[in-house]
């Protein structure tokens, strides 16, 4: 059900200590990036690409929404971070989705999104979308988050949070 993901090149592969697990990400709220083009983003998705995924991507002028399963999905616990709380079997959901931008299907989205703890301000996001025709349209390079929150969770009724 979950297949590897490629990353987006600049970025490092994951600590060979990190183990991969299933759960679920939600989140939402938005980051600057250069030009101060502000990203905002919503999101509940699973590392069972099987189950239910919703993720939509909005920037000036531009909407990107997922319209099927993620095509691919892993879910690492990197020691480097931790989500809690509340506990969470993961902190980093790396995956790949095709989607509809400004309502032309077709479109891929590349992301890597981090949770590290509360209040947020240290979970990290990195966005790339390709239009149909795979011209890249956003790249948000990876980095700390602006606003919002980006939050892992154990999939239940999967494992459970101790909460």
């Known amino acids: 059900r979950r297949r590897g993901v490629p990353r987006p090149k600049g970025e ?3 600590p060979e200590q990190c183990s991969v697990v299933e759960g679920r990400m939600t989140g939402g709220g938005g980051q600057i990036i250069i030009g101060d083009v502000f990203v905002s983003r919503g999101l509940t998705i699973h590392c069972d ?8 991507i909005n920037w ?15 879910c690492i616990d990197d020691p480097a971070f931790n989500p809690v709380p509340p506990r969470a079997p993961f902190d980093t959901f790396i995956g790949v989705g095709t989607g509809s931008l400004n309502g032309v299907d077709g ?10 703890g509360e209040p947020g301000r240290t979970d990290m996001a990195s966005i790339q979308i390709f239009d149909a025709g795979g011209a890249m349209v956003l790249n948000v390079p990876l980095s700390n988050l602006d606003r919002g929150n980006l939050q892992a969770h154990y999939d239940q009724p999967h494992g459970s949070n101790g909460n």
């Open 12 to 14: 490092d592969p994951p």
């Open 60 to 74: 000036p002028g531009n909407k990107w929404h997922i319209d099927k399963p993620l095509d691919a999905a892993t």
């Open 49 to 56: 690409i099987v189950l239910s995924n919703n993720l939509e």
């Open 107 to 116: 479109s891929v989205v590349m992301f890597t999104f981090i949770d590290n």
